[in-house]
């Protein structure tokens, strides 16, 4: 199993930024594929951002290139999400995940599908207000 806890999401006004940190602990090895997930009121939880674990190969969601950056602290076994150019339709629960393989029946872009993801934080509070 792969722990995984999420902190230093807030509120911010549009523009602002905010950087938000996963610490995974358990089995990480398991841990393929990392990435933030959100999820806003109504709607489906939809991925952020993502990197292979094996080279650091990141991949966005349309929405959120050239705004957000993931990064990864292997020694702390930390993943961040650094966020700039908030929008307000970026308010959501975010939530770090883990997947343990990869899984082409969700896609091309499997990677940023939440059914292919294995295990979950709690999530954290992002609130941009315009």
């Not at 939880?45 to 990141?58: C, I, K, M, P």
């Not at 997947?99 to 294995?118: I, K, Q, S, V």
Request: glycine share 14%; aromatic share 14%.
């Amino acid at each position: 199993q792969v722990q995984l806890v999420e902190s230093g999401g807030g509120s911010v006004q549009a523009g602002g930024s905010l950087r938000l940190s996963c610490a995974a602990s358990g089995a990480t090895y398991l841990a393929y594929f990392m990435g933030w997930f959100r999820q806003a009121p109504g709607k489906e939880r939809e991925g952020v951002a993502t990197f292979y674990t094996g080279d650091g190969s990141t991949y966005y969601a349309d929405s959120v290139k050239g705004r957000f950056t993931i990064s990864q602290d292997n020694a702390e076994n930390t993943v961040y999400l650094q966020m700039n150019s908030l929008k307000p339709e970026d308010t959501a629960m975010y939530y770090c995940a883990a997947a343990r393989g990869p899984e082409p029946r969700y896609g091309g872009n499997w990677y940023l599908a939440r059914d292919a993801y294995n295990y979950w934080g709690q999530g954290t509070q992002v609130t941009v207000s315009s």
